[in-house]
């Protein structure tokens, strides 16, 4: 299993960046995680569209599906040129039906998805996070190793047991040490950091990074409550299974 960040911004990408995005391969099985604004641009540096299988959405913020629109394109195209013959599978909730029902297109098909679901070698389940909008955390299993990608969301208690033992947490960290994230739905450095002390991971990575401040200063603050392995998004980071 291999997770790589692709884009990592909040609200909106930074020159030649993009917001959300994951990339998750296992063999030759390849999976999207989040297509936020510039993310599809960003993508080709490490997939071709045609190799894509699958995406799965952790909510319908724009920061988090901006580019989806432009791969429902692609994927039409694709099915043109005879590269593409089925359907591409976008994976949401359905809390939003109105939304959903946007992922249906000539050349893609939303899916609802549901706990213990297998999606190509991955086994996912999700958790109602605490944002305005409806957005499930995520833990994908495979081969007995875990991911937690926690989406944005405010610090609960319920996290905690979400990402008990995981291999590695993908945590959203808005804002820093001292402020207050819990009205805008995400979460802090320092709790953040907690979530990873108290969940008991192998390794945090702190991604959906804000547009202001020194970010080396949100890696120092989990760090006070997390003695493990800590990274700060960017760009290509990867981690694999060994």
Known sequence: MEMKIVGFWGAYPEKNEATSCYLLKHDDYSLIID????????????????????VVLSHFHHDHIADVGSLQY?????????????????????????????????ATVGTAYYNGQSIGPFTFNFLKTKHPKPCYAMRIECEFKSIIYTADTAYFKELEDFSRGADLLIAETSFYKGMNGQKAGHMTSEEVGKLAHAAGVKELWLTHLPHFGDLNQLYLEAAEQFSGTIKLAQEGLTWRNN
């Open 35 to 54: 297509l936020g604004s510039g993310a599809l641009s960003r993508l080709q540096n490490y997939i071709s569209l045609d190799e894509i299988d699958g």
């Open 74 to 106: 692609a994927s039409l195209v694709q099915k043109q040129l005879g590269k593409r013959t089925r359907k591409l599978p976008i994976y949401a909730h359905q809390d939003d039906k109105q939304a959903f029902q946007t992922l249906n297109h000539q």
